[in-house]
């Protein structure tokens, strides 16, 4: 089973900041925090991961607080395009990732 | 921006057939993995490959399932006797050997139906 909880859906109206929760309060010292979203049926498409501190990169940033049982990802600038299946995922180094259901971000125009 | 090639895009099967799924991964990524999708479901971890071997396989990955590494840049997995249950679709990913913290990277898919 996956090891992270997720609410099921959100919406989000385009242009606003859309923030994903994200909990993880079995994680361990050295698992990284992982999100990964799914448009339709396509594969998988990595967004950003982080250890303890907070990332940021072109498509996103991610706060993880200090306890690391949680996590939030932001997308600054929601377009109809961020539709998707979001995942939150924790893992390490080579082994295999568990994907739960996710939340459906749905942006709305 | 590097990609996982994965094909056919698409493969109908009679079921008993057998199949082999194609997937050209990332040119210096030497971690390589199978997953599926079942209609509606979740994403399901296959099989990880490294080195030549496999490193890990679920209990999905019966005797039914094999995967080999023909040459320097093709992964693939066969299907020996399809199954009605087969029908999903197959995603190969691959991670890089420098970055076992980055993220995978994942093919776009092949949807297989076994009718």
């Known amino acids: 089973d996956a090891k992270t909880t997720q609410p099921p859906s959100m919406d989000c109206a385009e242009g606003r900041a859309a923030n994903l929760p994200c909990n993880h309060s079995t994680i361990s010292g050295n698992e990284y925090v992982y999100w990964y979203r799914q448009i339709h049926s396509q594969g998988p498409q990595y967004i950003i991961h982080g250890l303890k501190n907070n990332e940021t990169n072109e498509m996103a940033s991610l706060i993880i607080t200090e306890d690391r049982k949680s996590s939030t990802l932001i997308l600054p600038h929601a377009t109809l395009r961020d539709t998707a299946v979001y995942y939150c995922i924790v893992s390490k180094g080579y082994q295999k990732v568990t994907f739960g259901i996710g939340t459906k971000l749905q942006v709305i125009p | 921006e590097p990609e996982v090639t994965q094909t056919p895009s698409h493969q109908v099967t009679q079921m008993g057939q057998e199949v082999i799924l194609r997937c050209v991964p990332i040119?210096?990524?030497?971690?390589f993995y199978w997953y599926r999708q079942i209609l509606g479901q979740k994403v399901e971890f296959l099989v990880s490959?490294?080195?030549?071997?496999?490193?890990?396989k679920s209990e999905i990955f019966d005797d039914q399932f094999s995967v080999e590494r023909p040459d320097g840049s093709n992964f693939t997995l066969k299907i020996r006797s399809t199954k009605l249950e087969d029908s999903a679709m197959y995603f190969c990913a691959s991670k890089p050997r420098q970055g076992p913290n980055y993220g995978y990277t994942f093919g776009s898919g092949t949807r297989l139906t076994v009718v």
């Open positions: 490959f490294y080195n030549n071997e496999i490193s890990e």
């Open positions: 040119s210096n990524h030497l971690y």
